[in-house]
């Protein structure tokens, strides 16, 4: 994989075309949606770097769409438990988080603890009104089988909820996660994308979150260093309430995150926080677009990119404020640590503003780490190797402790501490 | 220095229609048929008696124009343009280029002294030879500007030659360039903004009537500022100017450059192109009030106004300084930008951008960090007002090879008023690690408490907007020559007039 054939027309999406054709009968729910999917992807391809919003990532690899189907016999047991470990997380017994485990596009029940509390009923389909304007949301709307749907009643603090996607092999793996807060629901989703190949793990969240709601997603992006990897969230904010993002992206030979998230109610508040760690090729892009519809909204975005290698970190991020949403208070910083001659830091930070009593500001800076700092902390006797460490935990630090959950800053901190020894090694 | 005269009077009767530079004026045209073709190219070719080299690079701009789509990534919106529905040459029915100013049209002269433009130059000379119009008094002891008055389709005027002519600077129209120093034309013609590089550069290619041209030779500083003056006058014209400056080793030059146009219900088109060249320790400092009619009230009529400005440090530590103050058009398009190849060069992007009433900019810059320790500088203020939207767009791209490249980036946005839109679009691509990026942008509207402390003191609502926005933009107007400075702070006031109340 990672090689285009020859004869691929650009920005094809005929390969995911065709294996919707072979399973649609198959897939589960309305099958309007999907077909609509389908029809805008038809007509739309996917999408070439001549589209703004593409710019800086090349789907190129996406285009053959040349991503097969799961094998249904084949235990995920021991990569679940290979993978919890490495995170620093229980695979059973009491100390185990309740979680929904996906292998190569399917739940796995029994690798699975269901929480208490709230409902995660199963799967139904995709919503009538899913967009499939956007490419990313339009393959899912297409193609995804399976997902979560989380439901948090009014009033209930759910804790934490643990979500896995495993990926292996060639497998294209497309999943559709819903999760809807009731009025001053909590819930606290970890979430973390791994697996083992060369494999596609596309997913789409739906949040809704209900008013005076708040939900905190923290994903760490451990995918192989052969795969694919895409999450799309849609998260829509009632009054008062909050989706608290932070996206740890480490593997993968091409990732995009991106939020699109929507202030619909008055004094809402919404964090895309993220770090980006990337060597050898990789590409990591974060984007979001956040669009303010309400008076008295928060916005906040801190990003830290630390590129080595030949690695190229992305980040777009758009703030859209309506008229209406005056007091509006918007705040991007994307900041990139490049540790090589080769890396790379692409930055589109966007304020596109209609309201005039707003305050919106963004922030982007570049460089390599700080001579003076490492001189002298040197000149004190620290070692060079740990010199450098230092610094770079410090730069990550402002971004990292943002994470208000204590599992899933651990969690983080692990992830981040075994990354740089891998590079230092 | 342009239009000091009319803008102080401007000033003082605020409650009139503010565009005071809206008049047409009654003098014979030669005009080309309406229309885009290779006969148009042709004619235009042939009246300004250009070599075949020309006549052919024009050509195969054409012909790389026609494959090429208008650029649709802009915050602008406007009906299409009808490019077959414009005379691409218009020019006054009088010999072009006279050899001195007493052969010029005193018809047109007349035109610029109601613009405050000096084309006198024994009145400047004097400094006590006041014109009719009335400039302004103390001017005693002020540098000295040569200007180049570039009249819809060819420059009729251009002062102090002779003067400039001894430091061994020329300052001349392009299509005398043409004709009198075909090598350098040829040399640096298209070297900066090739004839194919976008849509509207690529129309101006073809088409381009006149201009200004501008060569500094090796160490000379040009001992006086230079100014061109365009002016659209004739009805269903587009003015494709092209201006090309290059300053040779050590050389270093200051211009300013001004325009107006004639109140009009249609949108006419200006479609310009400006070529920098800069060599080892050459300086060019380039500053432009724009002012092209903005379309009144309702949006009606106005300047499109597409340029591509590009300027190149190819030698060691040269610089490039693009200072803007945009206030004008109905829709502006414009990246001044700099390509920053000779090691250790400079360039410098000062921006001030105003929209009001239905005004559309999308203007910004372009630093293209190539050799090693180059710098660059951007301060950009965009003020919106009225219904109007205005953008900043820009982009810092460091190449692998800029190791030390630096690069500050500020843009700032103010809103007035609740209709209006402010937008930022920077992009920043950094491909080396020892070269450092730093960009910061906010967007606020004028503070309750600081307009309210101005009223306590007695201005009234309309000057305590000025006195704050002009206080917005000092980092800016702070970098134009100062007879530039003071119209600008002008314009500035006289732009947002009804915005606020």
Redesign the interface.
């Known amino acids: 994989m990672n090689v285009v054939l020859a004869g691929v027309a650009a920005g094809s999406a005929a390969g995911f075309l065709r294996r919707y054709e072979a399973i649609r009968d198959r897939l589960p729910g309305d099958p309007q949606p999907r077909a609509r999917a389908a029809a805008s992807l038809e007509r739309h391809g996917l999408p070439q770097r001549s589209a703004e919003a593409w710019k800086y990532t090349d789907l190129r690899r996406l285009w053959e769409g040349r991503f097969g189907e799961a094998d249904a016999s084949f235990d995920a047991s021991a990569l679940l438990r290979r993978v919890l470990d490495r995170a620093g997380l229980a695979f059973d017994g009491e100390e185990a988080l309740p979680r929904l485990v996906f292998v190569d596009g399917t739940l796995s029940a029994g690798l699975s603890r269901l929480p208490q509390g709230c409902d995660c009923s199963g799967f139904g389909g995709i919503d009538v009104d899913a967009p499939v304007a956007h490419p990313m949301m339009a393959l899912n709307a297409m193609l995804a089988r399976d997902g979560a749907v989380i439901r948090v009643p009014a009033g209930l603090d759910a804790c934490g909820l643990l979500l896995v996607t495993l990926g292996t092999g060639t497998v294209g793996a497309h999943l559709h996660h819903r999760v809807v807060l009731e009025e001053g629901a909590r819930l606290s989703l970890l979430e973390v994308a791994s697996g083992e190949g060369d494999y596609l793990n596309e997913g789409v969240f739906a949040f809704e979150v209900g008013r005076g709601a708040h939900v905190s997603h923290v994903r760490l992006q451990q995918d192989a260093p052969g795969a694919l990897s895409f999450s799309t969230v849609r998260a829509h904010l009632a009054e008062r309430s909050a989706y608290d993002g932070f996206n740890l992206a480490l593997g993968a030979a091409l990732a995009r995150h991106e939020v699109h998230a929507t202030l619909a109610g008055p004094n809402a508040i919404v964090h895309v926080n993220g770090a980006q760690l990337l060597a050898d090729s990789q590409v990591a892009d974060l984007t979001s677009v956040i669009a303010h519809d309400a008076p008295g909204c928060n916005s906040r975005q801190t990003v830290k990119n630390v590129l080595t290698g030949r690695a190229r970190g992305v980040f777009q991020g758009r703030i859209v404020v309506a008229r209406v949403a005056q007091k509006t208070d918007g705040y991007q910083m994307n900041q990139a640590l490049l540790l090589s001659e080769q890396a790379e830091i692409d930055t589109k930070p966007e304020l596109e503003i209609y309201a005039d009593d707003v305050k919106c500001s963004h922030g982007a800076t570049a460089g390599a780490l700080d001579e003076e700092q490492l001189f002298y902390m040197r000149s004190r006797g620290v070692p060079l190797v740990e010199a450098r460490a230092i610094l770079v935990r410090a730069f990550l630090d402002d971004a990292l402790a943002l994470v208000e959950d204590e599992t899933a800053r651990a969690v983080l901190d692990r992830a981040v501490a075994a990354w740089w020894e891998g590079r230092s090694a | 220095m342009p239009a000091v005269a009319e803008t102080l009077n401007t000033v003082e009767s605020l409650t009139q229609s503010s565009y005071k530079w809206g008049f047409e004026t009654d003098i014979e045209m030669d005009l080309a048929p309406k229309g885009l073709s290779e006969d148009t190219i042709r004619l235009i070719s042939a009246r300004k008696e250009e070599p075949d080299w020309l006549l052919a690079w024009r050509l195969k701009a054409y012909a790389a124009w026609q494959t090429m789509q208008a650029p649709g990534?802009g915050k602008i919106g406007h009906p299409p343009i009808d490019f077959q529905d414009v005379h691409y040459y218009a020019a006054p029915k009088k010999k072009p280029g006279p050899k001195s100013l007493d052969e010029v049209d005193p018809e047109l002269l007349a035109v610029y002294e109601k613009l405050g433009i000096p084309l006198k130059e024994r009145a400047m000379l004097a400094g006590v030879e006041v014109p009719d119009g009335g400039e302004a008094d103390g001017r005693d002891g002020r540098p000295q500007i040569a200007v180049d008055a570039v009249f819809d389709s060819v420059s009729v005027a251009t002062t102090f030659r002779s003067t400039l002519a001894k430091a061994g600077v020329i300052f001349c129209p392009i299509s005398e360039a043409v004709r009198e120093h075909p090598d350098l034309v040829r040399q640096y013609l298209g070297s900066v903004v090739p004839a194919a590089d976008n849509f509207y550069a690529a129309l101006n290619s073809a088409v381009f009537t006149d201009g200004s041209f501008v060569f500094i030779p090796k160490g000379v500083k040009c001992p006086m500022e230079l100014s061109t003056y365009f002016r659209i006058n004739a009805k269903n014209t587009g003015q494709f100017e092209r201006t090309l400056i290059i300053a040779e080793d050590g050389a270093s030059v200051s211009y300013l450059e001004g325009c107006t146009a004639p109140m009009r219900d249609e949108n006419q088109l200006h479609a310009a192109v400006v070529e920098l060249v800069a060599m080892d320790d050459a300086s060019i400092k380039y500053s432009t009030v724009q002012n092209w009619y903005p379309g009144d009230a309702n949006g009606k009529g106005g300047i499109y106004n597409f340029v591509t400005k590009r300027g190149a440090c190819r030698g060691a530590r040269s610089k490039i300084s693009w200072t803007q103050v945009e206030t004008g058009s109905a829709i502006t398009w414009k990246y001044p930008s700099c390509i920053l190849q000779g090691e250790g060069s400079v360039g410098e992007f000062y921006s001030v951008a105003v929209t009001n009433n239905h005004q559309q900019a999308d203007t910004g810059t372009k630093m293209l960090h190539i050799g090693r320790n180059t710098r660059s500088t951007i301060v950009a203020k965009t003020i919106s007002a009225g219904r109007s939207d205005s953008t900043y767009r820009g982009l810092v791209r460091v190449m692998?090879k800029a190791s030390g490249a630096r690069n500050f980036t500020q843009c700032d946005?103010l809103?007035?008023?609740?209709?209006?839109?402010?937008?930022?679009?920077?992009?920043?691509?950094?491909?080396?690690?020892?070269?450092?990026?730093?960009?910061?942008?906010?967007?606020?509207?004028i503070s309750e408490d600081q307009l309210f402390y101005c009223r306590s003191r007695g201005l009234s609502e309309e000057d305590a907007v000025g006195m704050i926005v002009n206080g917005f933009c000092k980092d800016v107007l702070k970098e134009l020559p100062m007879e530039f400075a003071v119209e600008a702070q002008k314009l500035l006031q006289v732009s947002l007039e009804g915005s606020v109340g």
């Open positions: 990534w692998p946005s809103l007035i008023g609740d209709q209006c839109g402010a937008h930022t679009v920077p992009y920043i691509e950094n491909r080396n690690m020892t070269a450092k990026t730093e960009h910061e942008a906010t967007t606020s509207k």
